[in-house]
């Protein structure tokens, strides 16, 4: 899957994906949309931001999970 709002560079930001070389983590959005954001307040808050970026991080975070295999705790 293409990810035309995601972008990475080794030489920016380590190489962490960010939302259109804004220096700005995909990470750093799903963590807010986590905390219970709306996208609205997301955007009123970090005003580079567009709508488009929201709903491309989310899915970018989607995919990435789906290709790890997570440790799950087993119950006790």
């Known amino acids: 899957m293409a990810f035309e709002r995601i972008t990475t560079d080794p030489d920016r930001m380590g190489g962490v994906p960010c939302i ?3 220096r700005f983590p995909v990470t ?12 609205a307040e997301i955007l009123a808050e970090h005003p580079d931001l567009e709508t ?15 290709e790890r295999e997570l440790p799950l705790r087993q119950p006790a």
């Open 20 to 22: 259109r070389d804004l």
């Open 28 to 39: 750093t959005v799903v963590a807010m949309v986590a905390d219970g954001m709306t996208v």
């Open 52 to 66: 488009d970026d929201m709903t491309e991080s989310l899915r970018y975070a989607a995919v990435a999970v789906q």
